[in-house]
Each structure stands twice: as structure tokens, then as C-alpha cells.
């Protein structure tokens, strides 16, 4: 059939014309326009979470008795060295970490998102 | 695994890999779609490349990465048009033939390819190169460009005439 006669010369046609295109330095200029910074503050995000993760998980903070006394054990600590109030910041922090990560994630969605 | 080290780390070196992988197709694309500026669609494929890398968080993995990163390059081309047009009494023919001739584009021999894809509509253009030379499927195609599936094959129907009428003109083929 003609359509498909057409569509194998268009076809034939652009590939006839495809070229890879050699890097020639192009990376080289797209890294060094990379914004810095990006990983030193997730490295520092990543690491509020994992300290408040660890402490929780060991002393609890809302958790029930049963669970963080289990942990206390086997961490072989009796109570918390730090105090309620050192237990309360690193809530606080890592509630604030974890927030942040997520609204990063959810503000850096406009054209690009749905993928 | 490289997007993932991207998205949660900021891993440059794995960035790296994604560049030195993409970049080929990219470039080529956008050289296609600005009728062979080379100048200009290294400076587009950049700006792409700079964008995926700050919204690389956006990334869900529901589709290929190709076809993210082309929607992104999409969207890079359109902002530019949309400011060359802003300024006044500047035919878009006359930006888009700047060259220096670098990376093949603008040499004699890629003139047929330009030629032909000037006679239509970015609209078209966009999906023929696509789903030609870049061997994307319909729907994918859609993501690139926002649009429905029926859409991509209107255009596609549209620039299958015009370019089937230039190569017949051009008898090729037909050897």
C-alpha cells in the first residue's frame, strides 16, 4: 500500500540521517554549570534522619514501653544519657528533616511531574 | 541506580554517566529541531541537563528516563521560542540558521534533512523526529509533549504528507 511505502521512505530517510554526536567536551561544560552545595545538604539531611531514626528506635518517643525497652536492652543502655530535653530536639530535628525532604520533593515536581 | 544516587545524594560522578549518556540524542534532537543550529541546541541541551539534575527528585521511574529527560528538553525549547518571539521584529528563520557548521550540522549534506523538516510545524517536527529517528512509540511521544496519544497521531499524519510530497519531489527512494 502507499502508506506504508511512505511511511518506510520517511523512515528510511531519517535514519539514513541519524548521527551520534560526539561528546567533544560538552559534559565537561554541563558539569561545571552543576549548582554545588546539592550534596553536602543531603548528606546533612540524610544524616538527621538516620541519627533521629537510631535514637528513637533505641529510647523511644511515643513508642510503645514493650518496644523501646527491648531495644534499651539490647543497646545495653538503661536510660536515655541525654535527658528528655536532647530526646525532644532530635524529634524535633528529624521531624523538621524529613518534612523538608519531602516538600523539596513535592516543589521541584511542576513541569516534570507525572513521571 | 544512577538516577537514585543522583536524586538522594546529589552524586555528580553518576550525573556524569547520565550525561555521557544522554547526550548524544539530546543534542541531536534539539540540532534537528532548530534546523541545524548547532550553537543553539548545545546551549538547550545544557540548559536540560541543568534542570534534570535540580528536579531529578521529580523523577518516579513510571517512565524511561529518555523520555523524562526529553520532556524536559521540550519544555527548554518551547521557553525559548516563546522568548524570541517576545522580542520584536526577529524572524525565527533568521536565529535559526546561525551555525558554525561544527558537528555536522549545516554541511551540505544535512541541508536535505533541514530542508525537509522546515516545511513543518514545530508541532509536527517534534513528533517526526521522535518517533523517526529516535524510535519512540505514540505514547511516549505524548509524554514528551503533553499532549494525547490522538494528538501525537494527528501530527505525525500531518508531517507523513508533507514530508512523503518533499521526498517524491526529491525522488527518494526511488532509486
Known sequence: METNKNDGRIRDFFQANKRDIPDNGFSGQVRRRLPTGTFRRRVFVMSLILIGAVYFAIFGFGLPHGISDIASRVAGIQEPPLGLLLNSILATLSVLAVSYTVLEIICSEDRTKSF | ??????????????????????????????????????????????????KAYTHIASFRGSARFSTWLLRIGYNVYYDHLRKEKEKEHVPLDHILWKSDGKNGANTDKNMDIYTALRELKEEERTAVLLYYMEDMKQEQIARVMDCP???VKTYLHRAKEKMGTFLKKDNYGNE
Not at chain 2, 544512577?2 to 560522578?13: E, H, I, M, N, Q
Not at chain 2, 553518576?14 to 546551549?43: C, E, H, K
Open chain 2, 1 to 50: 541506580m544512577l538516577v537514585t544516587r543522583v536524586a538522594v545524594l546529589g552524586d555528580k560522578r553518576a550525573f556524569d554517566v547520565l550525561v555521557l549518556r544522554y547526550q548524544s540524542p539530546l543534542r541531536r534532537f534539539f540540532l534537528n529541531l532548530t534546523l541545524g543550529d548547532a550553537v543553539l541546541s548545545d546551549d538547550l541541551s545544557q540548559d536540560t541537563f541543568i
Open chain 2, 149 to 151: 496519544p490522538g494528538t
